[in-house]
């Protein structure tokens, strides 16, 4: 009985082995820091445009000069093209976070290349060109989602960062609430930073906006610098 039951864990290693191999969460290819020795970081912000934040978020980087990186998802584009433009006019970088924000790697090639294909397709129609930049939903990917993102002469960026600046659902939101979630950003922010870091945050909630006035006061007073994806990669 002992040996059928070790049996049965191995082969369940083995499984479990072979499925993070087939999904993994960062397979070679996708960049998850860009190389410098200069005090650089790049701040990006998923999941936009969002009709009440993405906008609030542009006013917070306007304020202080600060250029990011924003991943929006194609059918929110096409319900505040607006904003979308806005992003582009502010002078930050744009890159495609597929169409209607599906997890890729569990779906065939041909799902993979309508959410791409389709994003490209409403950046086209919005701004007049398609962004080089690609970032996964939840940054999973595969290498068959890897090889499509490249058919299309992309890049996919990852992070180093995770603010995890999103919120549940049904999720109680109060001030208390909001300090502890900006407390642990910054507490994240403090152990991670680091020359060539890339700082995932998102558009959705109130946290984000908490957030990133204290997120942008912190990494320049550590002496670094915000920078696109468009001028380092």
């Avoid at 070790?6 to 860009?34: E, R, T």
């Avoid at 403090?190 to 957030?211: C, F, Q, T, W, Y």
Wanted: aromatic letters at 10%.
């Amino acid at each position: 009985m002992n040996h059928l039951f070790a049996c049965g864990v191995k082969v369940a290693l083995i499984v479990s082995v072979i499925f993070l191999v087939s999904f993994a969460y960062n397979p070679d290819g996708m960049p998850m820091q860009f190389p410098t020795n200069k005090k650089q970081v790049a701040l990006t912000l998923d999941d936009g445009p969002h009709y009440l934040y993405t906008e609030k978020i542009l006013d917070i980087l306007k304020q202080n000069k600060v250029k990011a990186s924003f991943f929006l998802i194609g059918a929110r584009m096409i319900e505040y093209p607006s904003i979308v433009r806005r992003i582009n006019s502010d002078g930050h970088t744009l890159g495609n976070h597929t169409y209607s924000h599906i997890r890729l790697d569990k779906y065939i090639d041909q799902r993979v290349d309508e959410e791409i294909a389709e994003t490209s397709r409403v950046y086209e129609n919005i701004v007049g060109f398609v962004p080089k930049y690609f970032r996964p939903p939840g940054g999973r990917i595969n290498k068959s989602v890897l090889a499509t993102v490249e058919h299309y002469g992309l890049l996919s960026v990852g992070w180093s960062i995770n603010a995890n600046d999103f919120l549940y659902k049904d999720q109680q939101v109060d001030e208390e609430f909001l300090e502890k979630k900006v407390s642990a950003i910054m507490a994240l922010l403090e152990r991670d930073l680091k020359p060539g870091a890339i700082i995932l945050m998102h558009n959705g909630n109130e946290v984000s906006i908490k957030a990133l006035p204290r997120v942008i006061e912190y990494v320049q007073a550590q002496g670094y610098q915000f920078v696109t994806l468009s001028e380092i990669m």
